[in-house]
């Protein structure tokens, strides 16, 4: 479960401390990935996860998203440079409504190529999109070669279920995966919901509360399988358990 969620740090207001608290119960949990709201925090980042597998990751552009493709693009290549392997970029919401595709288009194609090798994820910040919007959006991401579609930046309203089932309609029969992020209250349990929606990676300051509440929700049968206590509980005497 750890390694589809992904633990973000990204408040305003963050400080060296929290960064490497934050790093440091990333790599107790194992989660995906680590981000932070800007590349500034990158080399520290990368530093406190270097020998594992969790992707340090940064927005992009984040959270607005209505930098240029040239800044867009120069940012992205400034944070793979500063240690990121993962990045996460903003789309134009006001182009996209706009249908300035052209637009989009050319941030996307900017983005890809200056992220090399790192893992690319574009979010469209589905609460102000129409389902039109969003089925575009997934199609022009698809096309750029982006890794993943995102639904939010988790800094405004996060996304509906059917949302996020129009991105996964729409994005169906490509190798774009899907993320999401800003799942409202209760977390544990909306967060288990997308994940059996179909979503690939869920970002959440909440990801240690999510894998906490496993046994929790496996017990009321939100999820398949037995909480480890029933497991246990039926374990052959003398087995070690």
């Not at 194992?30 to 927005?59: D, N, Q």
Request: glycine share 8%; net charge positive; charged share 25%.
């Amino acid at each position: 479960m750890s390694r589809r969620l992904v633990a973000p740090s990204i408040p305003k207001e963050t400080r060296e401390a929290e960064i490497r608290d934050g790093c440091r119960l990333a790599r107790k949990y194992g989660f995906a990935a680590f981000y932070t709201s800007s590349p500034y925090w990158s080399p520290i980042v990368a530093r406190e996860l270097a020998g594992t597998r969790i992707e340090v990751g940064t927005g992009i552009a984040f959270p607005f998203g209505s930098q240029t493709p040239s800044t867009k693009a120069f940012e992205t290549e400034e944070a793979v440079r500063l240690g990121c392997t993962a990045v996460d970029l903003v789309m134009n919401v006001g182009a996209l409504k706009d249908r300035n595709h052209a637009t989009i288009r050319e941030e996307l194609a900017g983005f890809v190529k200056a992220a090399g090798s790192a893992v690319t994820k574009c979010i469209l910040e589905v609460c102000y999109l129409t389902h039109d919007e969003i089925a575009a959006a997934c199609g022009m991401v698809a096309e750029a070669g982006v890794a993943f579609a995102k639904t939010s930046s988790g800094q405004f309203e996060g996304p509906t279920l059917e949302q996020f089932l129009v991105m996964k309609e729409a994005l169906a029969g490509t190798p774009v995966k899907l993320k999401v992020a800003g799942v409202k209250f209760p977390r544990p349990q909306n967060a288990y919901v997308f994940l059996l929606a179909g979503a690939d990676r869920l970002g959440t300051r909440a990801a240690p509360e999510i894998v906490d509440a496993l046994d929790t929700v496996r017990r009321i049968g939100l999820i398949p399988g037995r909480a480890s206590s029933e497991r246990d509980s039926e374990a052959p005497a003398g087995r070690a358990r």
